[in-house]
């Protein structure tokens, strides 16, 4: 079975405002950032370079985001990794800013190499605005335009380029800001585009498939009670990797907007090379989310990034100081050849290397530049740490330093400390992480326990790096290990009980959902089936009219939901299931956790709420989850190891089909299947 791979992004800047100068780092502007946190809007819509906004803000020459033990401070982004206005991509030729062809046939990129970077910030920016500070201007009501920002073109046209190409930026970067929340976001939009770029994250370099030519793919800073309009574009040219691609917004429940999840089979036809399209939706919610390709396993080659949605009412807001783009974590293997390849391999796919934040070494490589991560001692900060694994799961700590969870996968959840966390493929944590230790250098570590533990040579690391440490590697021990992570133990913040009445087995509707291998053709198969994606994606199925089960495709992988009921779901482990422990996610909702790996006693009382949980190792395991029927649509439930995915373990649960065929969707969204 092949799932159609993951998208390719490109943000649509339609009616972005600009930033006045003074925006900075813990900002929530409503937008995609560069490594810096400023906004660079312009006017005319498009957006300016953005390097990476986890670490230290340079994009250096490798094609990766993040700042590098003895990083000279330069800001190395490249035009390609930039934000600019994009024309109609379904226009001929799709031309960038310059009118020019950059496509590389060496790599098969078809990056815009425009000199669009020229709206740095200079050293020592302020940090985030100080509470109270007036929200955006009336529409139509710019404020002041920074010294040498272009005006605006003629309506639908960017505007003209600035003059040549700006210097180094002076060495030096400045530090932490001062304590305090982001300020109020502006608008949801923005462009992501898809393309393909040599990079070299670990030191060996291969193309790949990224977002505004970057990895991690520019964070998505949204702001709860906003529409987000993002368009992606798709300008794919490399053959050895899916042309194809779609994007998935991982953790948004897309409440009356099934269309725009970003599945291709399930609620759309992928995004063909030299085509776009725009993915609009109202957000509701707030929390650490992410992004990704969700055609095949065109992720796995690079098209992931953090998605992030401030909440200016966070209950929690008194327990750190800093919670700004620089706090953002992102995990994620790496592999060295391409995706289709290891596509094809039935069994373990072991990756190369861990990246935090962009960077990472493989056993017997290069000592490349690290990640790091800087921070203020005696302040609290607030790291979102997102797992965009294709594969492993992740021990994540920080040596010296506890940690507290505060949220878990978007959801709050009562503070809970750690020294350690088990992170799988698709989870989201937010940890609070208190700067007391003597001033130096300390590893983060995120090894991979089933692949490789090591830390040999600064495998599997990152830095945390105090102000006034000095420029090294660090030398610390890990530990000390005291306080275990306990799923158990989460609990939700607000409205914690589960939904329906208590007791396994007492839902409206009870399924099943037995997870095997089939050693004959080697497919995953939940319930004796295995999924195959359907010619005719299940949303436009539904709208066609097709209402039940028995008339829409895959046949015996579609299962249909009734409206406003509790659902149960248990995914009982036999202990001969490879591959595993299964992280399994549901789209479009949130669900309890009634009975966690490791235990046999149900929780109703107050479960953790999630999007991604681990089905466990054990055999005598059963995961149950539980939520409500209140979000018409298809909505596919898969391993998230992306390899067994892509080999059949999914289903798809067909959730009031009759309101869901009532659903509008966007003219473009048909056109897409033309």
Known sequence: MLLLPLVVLSLFAANVLSIPPTQTSGSTDDSIVDGNGIDNSKIDGSLSSTPHPQVTGSADVDGVHGSAVGDSGNDDSEADGSLASVPDPQTTGLPDDDGADDSDPADGSNADDDDTDAFRTPPGRPGPRPPGRPGPRPPGRPGPRPPGRPGPGPPGRPGPRPPGRPGPRPPGRPGPGPPGQPGPGLVNSGELRIVNRNIAPDGFSRSAVLANGVFPGPIIRLTKGRQAAIRVTNL?????????????????????????????????????????????????????????????????DGLRGPLIIYD?????????????????????????????????????????????????????????????????????????????????????????????????????????????????????????????????????????????????????????????????????????????????????????????????????????????????????????????????????????????????????????????KV??????????????????????????????????????VNPVRRDVVSMGSASSDNVTIRFRTDNPGPWIIHCHID??????????????????????VPVDWRQLCN
């Open 567 to 604: 659902v149960e779901l248990s995914f009982p482990n036999n202990g001969f299931l490879p591959g595993g422990p299964h992280p399994i996610h549901l789209h479009g909702h949130e669900f309890s956790v009634v009975r966690v790996s490791g235990s046999n006693t149900p929780n109703f």
């Open 236 to 300: 794919l040219t490399n053959t050895s990797m899916d042309t194809n691609t779609s994007v998935h917004w991982h953790g948004i429940f897309q409440t009356r907007t099934n269309w725009a999840d970003g599945v291709p089979s399930v609620t759309q036809c992928p995004i063909k090379p030299q085509r776009s399209f725009l993915y609009r939706f109202n957000v509701g919610q707030t929390g650490t989310h992410w992004y990704h390709s969700h055609y095949g396993i065109q992720y796995c």
């Open 312 to 564: 200016p009412n966070d209950p929690h807001k008194g327990l750190y100081d800093v919670d700004d783009d620089r706090t953002v974590v992102t995990l994620s293997d790496w592999y060295h050849v391409a995706g289709p390849i290891l596509g094809n391999i039935f069994g373990n796919v072991v990756a190369n290397s861990t990246l935090i934040n962009g960077r990472g070494r493989y056993p017997g490589g290069p000592a490349v530049p690290l990640a790091v991560i800087n921070v203020r001692r005696g302040l609290r900060y607030r790291f979102r740490v997102i797992s965009m694994s294709c594969d492993p799961w992740f021990n994540f700590t920080i040596d010296g330093h506890r940690m507290t969870i505060i949220e878990a996968d978007g959801s709050e959840v009562q503070p809970v400390q750690v020294d350690s966390i088990p992170i799988f493929a698709g989870q989201r944590y937010s940890v609070v992480v208190t700067a007391n230790q003597p001033i130096g250098n300390y590893w983060i570590r995120s090894s991979t326990p089933a692949q490789n533990p090591s830390f040999t040579g600064g495998v599997n690391s990152a830095i945390l790096r105090y102000a006034e440490a000095p420029n090294s590697e660090p030398t610390s021990s890990p530990g000390p290990y005291q306080l275990a992570f306990d799923e158990g133990k989460l609990h939700p913040l607000i409205n914690p009980a589960a939904p329906g009445r208590p007791g396994i087995g007492n839902a409206d509707v009870n399924i099943r959902l037995a997870a095997s291998l089939n050693t004959s053709t080697r497919l995953f198969e939940i319930n004796g089936v295995p999924f195959n994606d359907p010619p005719t994606p299940v949303l436009l199925q539904i709208l066609s009219g097709n209402l039940h089960p028995a008339q829409l495709l895959p046949s015996g992988s579609i299962y249909e939901l009734p409206p406003n």
């Open 643 to 664: 390899w067994h995915l892509h080999h059949g373990f999914a289903v798809v649960m067909a959730e009031s089909t009759a309101q869901a065929s009532r659903l509008p």
